[in-house]
């Protein structure tokens, strides 16, 4: 046994994980590291991952065949025959770069190197393939991973809070008066607002933050494209836009959600508009989930500080802060806009 303080050296070593025999051990060691600190859109995706995971060889196939398209699946430590480490990454929507997923360690495996070993790996791997940057998310109060990412020269670059709500029911007989009344500046977005919605996003969202949230023109253009896609998902979509002289000066998208997954709910505001109208755009959307006691999700950037007190204000808890770190693998690289 090591002395107190003293780095073992790690056993084992590193390969590609293998989708055919990996995925159940991976599902089950994230389970084991994250378990007690998922949120209720965690839980829903680990156990739709666990579901996956023994769906058969058939559609574990076509999951390594996607993922050697646009890199391989990920790669895990094994020790004495055991997975106790993984890291998964894969390109980013935008293409211009990698994102890496979960970096997770066996509790009875950690301080021995083996999360930095497989980040060092995965950092080799798409630095050969040309990529300009890799990035990644990380909680806010995990100093640890916080502090191996800094180490690997990984740099912030944004935050967002992540805030649930159970319930959409409007507060109070005055909020509902006073929603009435914000409702007149509002109107149903559609097609013909989504050239504005993404100056809007633009304005919301630093530039050097979307390719890690993966914020996308094509998101945020409702049209029969988004409804198509939506509805592939069992989702539907609901815009609300308060528009201004030149341009939009808020807006709120509602994700009605048919699986176990969290509705969604986003907000978005100019840095001028008035106070109050972040108050409005989350009643607004609000409403659209009427009468479901179904849990509500919402993921707000740092920038966007009205909207978080509106959300707190209407009953939103956080569960998380996520900070958003990149390291550039080339001296000069594009940090790629909405398009």
Same mark, same amino acid.
């Given at each position: 046994?090591?002395s107190?303080?003293?780095?073992?050296?790690?056993?084992?070593?590193?390969?590609?994980?293998?989708?055919?025999?990996?995925?159940?051990? %991976?599902?089950?060691?994230?389970?084991? !590291?994250?378990?007690?600190?998922?949120?209720?859109?965690?839980?829903?995706? #680990?156990?739709? *991952?666990?579901?996956?995971?023994?769906?058969?060889? #058939?559609?574990?196939?076509?999951?390594?065949?996607?993922?050697?398209?646009? *890199?391989?699946?990920?790669?895990?430590?094994?020790?004495?025959?055991?997975?106790?480490?993984?890291?998964?990454?894969?390109?980013?929507?935008?293409?211009?770069?990698? #994102?890496?997923?979960?970096?997770? %360690?066996?509790? &009875?495996?950690?301080?021995?190197?083996?999360?930095?070993?497989?980040m060092?790996?995965?950092?080799?791997?798409? +630095?050969?393939?040309?990529?300009?940057?890799?990035?990644?998310?990380?909680?806010?109060?995990?100093?640890?991973?916080?502090?191996?990412?800094?180490?690997?020269?990984?740099?912030?670059?944004?935050?967002?809070?992540?805030?649930i709500?159970?319930?959409?029911?409007?507060?109070?007989?005055? +909020?509902?008066?006073?929603?009435?009344?914000?409702? !007149?500046?509002?109107?149903?977005?559609?097609?013909?607002? !989504?050239?504005? #919605?993404?100056?809007?996003?633009?304005?919301?969202?630093?530039?050097?933050?979307r390719?890690?949230?993966?914020? *996308?023109? @094509? &998101?945020?253009?409702?049209?029969?494209?988004?409804?198509?896609?939506h509805?592939?998902?069992?989702e539907?979509?609901?815009?609300? %836009?308060?528009?201004? @002289?030149?341009?939009?000066?808020?807006?709120?998208?509602?994700?009605?959600?048919?699986?176990?997954?969290?509705?969604?709910?986003?907000a978005?505001?100019?840095?001028?508009?008035?106070?109050?109208?972040?108050?409005?755009?989350?009643?607004?959307?609000?409403?659209?989930?009427?009468? +479901?006691?179904?849990?509500?999700? +919402?993921?707000?950037? &740092?920038?966007? @500080?009205?909207?978080?007190?509106?959300?707190?204000?209407?009953?939103?808890?956080? %569960?998380?802060?996520?900070?958003? *770190?990149?390291?550039?693998?080339?001296?000069?690289?594009?940090?790629?806009?909405?398009?």
């Amino acid at each position: 046994m090591s002395s107190r303080g003293e780095r073992r050296t790690p056993e084992g070593g590193i390969r590609a994980l293998d989708p055919f025999r990996d995925l159940e051990d %991976v599902v089950d060691l994230i389970g084991l !590291a994250f378990g007690d600190r998922l949120d209720p859109a965690g839980r829903a995706t #680990l156990e739709r *991952m666990r579901r996956f995971a023994t769906s058969g060889p #058939l559609m574990q196939g076509l999951w390594a065949l996607l993922g050697k398209a646009a *890199m391989a699946p990920g790669l895990v430590w094994v020790s004495h025959g055991e997975i106790v480490g993984n890291v998964s990454v894969r390109r980013s929507r935008d293409g211009g770069g990698y #994102l890496i997923g979960n970096v997770v %360690v066996h509790p &009875d495996y950690r301080g021995q190197g083996i999360g930095g070993a497989l980040m060092r790996r995965v950092i080799k791997a798409v +630095s050969r393939r040309g990529a300009g940057g890799v990035g990644l998310e990380v909680r806010a109060d995990n100093d640890v991973a916080r502090s191996m990412y800094e180490g690997l020269s990984f740099r912030e670059v944004g935050r967002t809070h992540h805030l649930i709500r159970e319930g959409a029911s409007v507060r109070g007989a005055s +909020s509902r008066r006073g929603l009435r009344q914000d409702h !007149a500046v509002m109107r149903r977005g559609g097609r013909q607002d !989504a050239d504005a #919605l993404v100056r809007l996003v633009e304005q919301v969202i630093p530039e050097e933050q979307r390719p890690l949230l993966e914020t *996308m023109a @094509d &998101d945020y253009r409702p049209g029969w494209a988004r409804r198509i896609d939506h509805w592939l998902r069992c989702e539907d979509e609901v815009w609300w %836009v308060v528009p201004g @002289d030149d341009q939009l000066r808020g807006a709120v998208r509602a994700v009605k959600r048919a699986s176990g997954l969290p509705c969604r709910l986003e907000a978005l505001l100019t840095p001028s508009a008035k106070e109050g109208l972040a108050t409005a755009l989350v009643r607004r959307g609000l409403l659209t989930f009427a009468g +479901s006691e179904r849990l509500i999700a +919402s993921a707000v950037p &740092d920038s966007e @500080d009205s909207v978080l007190a509106a959300l707190r204000g209407e009953g939103f808890r956080e %569960v998380r802060v996520l900070i958003q *770190m990149k390291r550039d693998l080339k001296h000069r690289i594009s940090v790629h806009t909405v398009r």
